[in-house]
């Protein structure tokens, strides 16, 4: 059974701090992304990595940015967190040869006072 | 790049009832159209999914259905119960990007 796990469920910070969010997957699995889900839009990519050390830009990258040091974990972060960056953040992994079915982590609130 | 839109936003059945969500994409390159169903407070899961190739599939009470003409695909579930209340995403492969866009979401409603 795939289990991909995030570091915290809810998370409060002040604007300006940096923010680490992490994700580990227990299955091999070569990518990873990061959403954010946020009311009436859905799930949104962030950014998305298919290898250690790589990584690509989703559809909304602005303001953060992602470490994939090790196959099993995906750090996303926000070097110096906004107000308009509380939401849900959502992270999913997929093997290669099956790219298309993600399996996601229970998900982070983040709320930014 | 890739948009996807999902109609309606929130969608209120009597048990037994049928629902249909429906969702638009713009790229015709795409091929690969899932469907995640996000119960409250949990995280979202696979039901269904379609690729291009084919125009209709159905698992027990869930059905989906694609037309590439017109570049569109719905979910039916029939015979709803309480437990199909949730959130359904919508969501198309878009080849060049390489990654998946979602719809906004339906919140689905099922009334015993």
């Known amino acids: 059974d795939v289990k991909v796990t995030q570091s915290s469920r809810y998370l409060v910070k002040r604007t300006g701090e940096k923010v680490f969010l992490e994700c580990v997957q227990d299955?091999?699995?070569?990518?990873m992304f990061w959403y954010r889900q946020d009311p009436g839009l859905g799930l949104r990519l962030i950014y998305f990595s298919y290898d250690v050390k790589m990584k690509e830009k989703g559809d909304i990258p602005e303001g953060y940015s992602v470490s994939r040091e090790k196959k099993e974990r995906f750090s996303l972060i926000l070097e110096s967190a906004s107000t308009n960056q509380t939401s849900m953040y959502l992270c999913?992994?997929?093997?290669?040869?099956?790219?298309?079915?993600?399996?996601f982590g229970p998900g982070t609130r983040l709320t930014v006072t | 790049g890739e948009n996807v839109e999902q109609h309606p936003s929130t969608l209120s059945v009597q048990e037994g009832d049928s629902a249909v969500i429906k969702c638009t994409y713009s790229?015709?390159?795409?091929?690969?159209f899932p469907w995640y169903k996000q119960e409250l407070g949990k995280r979202p899961q696979l039901i269904i999914d379609?690729?291009?190739?084919?125009g209709e599939k159905k698992d027990q009470r869930i059905a989906v259905t694609l037309n590439k003409t017109a570049k569109h695909f719905s979910l039916h579930i029939t015979e709803t119960q309480p437990e199909d209340s949730a959130v359904y995403f919508c969501?198309?492969?878009?080849?060049?990007?390489?990654?998946?866009?979602f719809g906004g979401g339906t919140r689905l409603m099922v009334k015993p």
């Open positions: 790229d015709s390159a795409s091929n690969y």
């Open positions: 969501a198309a492969y878009y080849n060049a990007g390489n990654m998946l866009t």
């Open positions: 379609i690729r291009s190739n084919v």
């Open positions: 299955m091999d699995h070569e990518n």
């Open positions: 999913a992994s997929s093997l290669t040869g099956d790219l298309y079915e993600q399996y």
